[in-house]
Each structure stands twice: as structure tokens, then as C-alpha cells.
T-cell receptor, first 110, second 117 residues
Framework: GIQVEQSPPDLILQEGANSTLRCNFSDSVNNLQWFHQNPWGQLINLFY???GTKQNGRLSATTVATERYSLLYISSSQTTDSGVYFCAVERGTSYDKVIFGPGTSLSVIP | GAGVSQTPSNKVTEKGKYVELRCDPISGHTALYWYRQSLGQGPEFLIY????????DSGLPNDRFFAVRPEGSVSTLKIQRTERGDSAVYLCASSLTGTSGGIDTQYFGPGTRLTVL
């Protein structure tokens, strides 16, 4: 099956710093999502981004489908950004079966 | 309800026991998913329901795991003869139609943390 890799596995940032998280996938996909799982375990969708670039406030994401990778940018990080960021891909054509990567654990310290 | 709810939030059981985990999806959502998340890992797909039927159960690890959704809303994940390796957070998600391609957002519940002693 398709392999989804994320880097780095762990990241510690000083509040206000910027960061880039990377997701590589081994085969073509119909869609790609970025999720944030907060320290209490709640998963929230951040972006649907099969290709191109999207921005939402301090977060932006870019997917280069032909090269099979996606990047999540976090600017001016805040302590509330802490948690685990997952990249997840969809391959199915009939429904949105999602395959998650292993995640990047982010800690933002004041 | 306002979101996806799961009960119980925590479940501790002994090896060999039977457990049931419940998921209440967002009202009106026809698609429902179960995932299992082990410590330090991403969620792993278990089963997908479209209405009352299990459209894809390819992620269930073995025949000790079974899930139902008899009326197309609430779903129950059932685990027989639990093993220590079943310990994980079990997540439920629902979406309006289950359509692929980013048309439909999956909303996740808070999860049930299962510990098998």
C-alpha cells in the first residue's frame, strides 16, 4: 500500500518562530489533508490540498503532486500550535478513505 | 448534537474480556469511520459505514473486531477476547456523504482510550 512519511518526527520551537513540516507519499493520491491533533487528542482538519498552495491565517500549505510531497508552514508560532500534525492522503475514488502519516509532534515554548 | 461524541472516554478491561465502544455521529451524516491510534502513531483506518452497511471493513485487524450501525446513525465497535495489543485510542469520525476528493469534511470525535491489562 501507499507509504506516507513525515519529517521531522519532533520539533521544539520558541514562540514566534517559523517552521516547515514535510510530508512525502509514495504513490499518486486523489487528495491530501493536513490535520492538527491538540494535546487533548482532538483532530481538526487544517487543509484539503491535493495540489497548489493554500493559506489560512498563520498557516499555509503547498502540495507538489508530481513530486509527491506536501509542506505545511507555520509562521509566528504560538503555544496553542502545540500538538501533533498529521498528513493524510486519499486514494479511493468512491469514498474518502484516509491514510495517515506518523505525524510531527510540535512543542511551542514561551 | 454539535459534534461527534464517543463513549466511554476511557475503558480499562482485563485480557480476554469483551468491550463495546460507542460513537454518536453528527446528525444527518451518512458516512461513519472508525480508526485506531496507537501511542506515537497516526490513526489507522478500521472500517467505513455508508448508512447502515459496512462499505469497507478491510482495516479490521482480525475477526475479534466487529462493528455495527443498525439504524444508520449510532455505531458500536465490538472487540471480543481483548488482548493487550488492542490497547489504543479508538477514534470515530463522520462526514455528510463520504464523497472523496475533499468535498466532504471528516469530523472526529474525542476518542475512547482502551487499556487492556
Amino acid at each position: 500500500g501507499i507509504q506516507v512519511e513525515q519529517s521531522p518526527p519532533d520539533l521544539i520551537l520558541q514562540e514566534g518562530a517559523n517552521s516547515t513540516l514535510r510530508c512525502n507519499f509514495s504513490d499518486s493520491v486523489n487528495n491530501l489533508q493536513w490535520f492538527h491533533q491538540n494535546p487533548w487528542g482532538q483532530l481538526i482538519n487544517l487543509f484539503y490540498i491535493p495540489s497548489g498552495t493554500k493559506q489560512n491565517g498563520r498557516l499555509s500549505a503547498t502540495t507538489v503532486a508530481t513530486e509527491r510531497y506536501s509542506l505545511l508552514y507555520i509562521s509566528s508560532s504560538q503555544t496553542t500550535d502545540s500538538g501533533v500534525y498529521f498528513c493524510a492522503v486519499e486514494r479511493g475514488t468512491s469514498y474518502d478513505k484516509v491514510i495517515f502519516g506518523p505525524g510531527t509532534s510540535l512543542s511551542v515554548i514561551p | 448534537g454539535a459534534g461527534v461524541s464517543q463513549t466511554p472516554s476511557n475503558k480499562v478491561t482485563e485480557k480476554g474480556k469483551y468491550v463495546e465502544l460507542r460513537c454518536d455521529p453528527i446528525s444527518g451524516h451518512t458516512a461513519l469511520y472508525w480508526y485506531r491510534q496507537s501511542l506515537g502513531q497516526g490513526p489507522e483506518f478500521l472500517i467505513y459505514f455508508q448508512g447502515t452497511g459496512a462499505a469497507d471493513d478491510s482495516g479490521l485487524p482480525n475477526d475479534r473486531f466487529f462493528a455495527v450501525r443498525p439504524e444508520g446513525s449510532v455505531s458500536t465497535l465490538k472487540i471480543q477476547r481483548t488482548e493487550r495489543g488492542d490497547s489504543a485510542v479508538y477514534l470515530c469520525a463522520s462526514s455528510l456523504t463520504g464523497t472523496s476528493g475533499g468535498i466532504d469534511t471528516q469530523y472526529f470525535g474525542p476518542g475512547t482510550r482502551l487499556t487492556v491489562l
